[in-house]
């Protein structure tokens, strides 16, 4: 079993930067973000493998965000740059559960409660 808690989540304003971390207790081969606004589907963010670190990125993300972990401190994080309003939503990290791909919300099995990040225009 996995358990993940994210913090980090806030207010900001249009083009500021702000970081969401997620501290993982358990293993799981892939960590991922996703999001969630009011009213639309879960979307995906990002993923990390935690062994190798390979990085992959859903289009909201590229070339904007960046996630990394740090396997000392069983925590991965998510840095956001040049936010926009649309970015605004809740912040969910989660655990793949080894099979499936990685940006589909069915390959992960266990998921943090969120951390809502809201972005002013």
């Known amino acids: 079993q996995v358990q993940l808690v994210e913090s980090g989540g806030g207010l900001v304003q249009a083009g500021d930067s702000l970081g969401v971390s997620c501290v993982v207790s358990?293993?799981?081969?892939?960590i991922g973000w996703f999001r969630q606004a009011p009213g639309k589907e879960r979307e995906f963010v990002a993923a990390?493998?935690?062994?190798?670190?390979?990085?992959w990125y859903g289009d909201p993300a590229k070339g904007r965000f960046t996630i990394a972990r740090d396997m000392g401190k069983k925590t991965v994080y998510l840095q956001m740059h040049r936010l926009k309003p649309e970015d605004t939503g809740v912040y969910y990290c989660?655990?793949?559960?080894?099979?499936?791909?990685?940006?589909?919300?069915?390959?992960?099995?266990?998921w943090g409660q969120g951390t809502q990040v809201t972005v002013g225009q």
């Open positions: 358990g293993y799981s081969s892939y």
């Open positions: 989660a655990a793949h559960r080894g099979s499936g791909s990685i940006d589909r919300i069915g390959s992960y099995d266990y």
């Open positions: 990390i493998s935690w062994n190798e670190g390979g990085t």
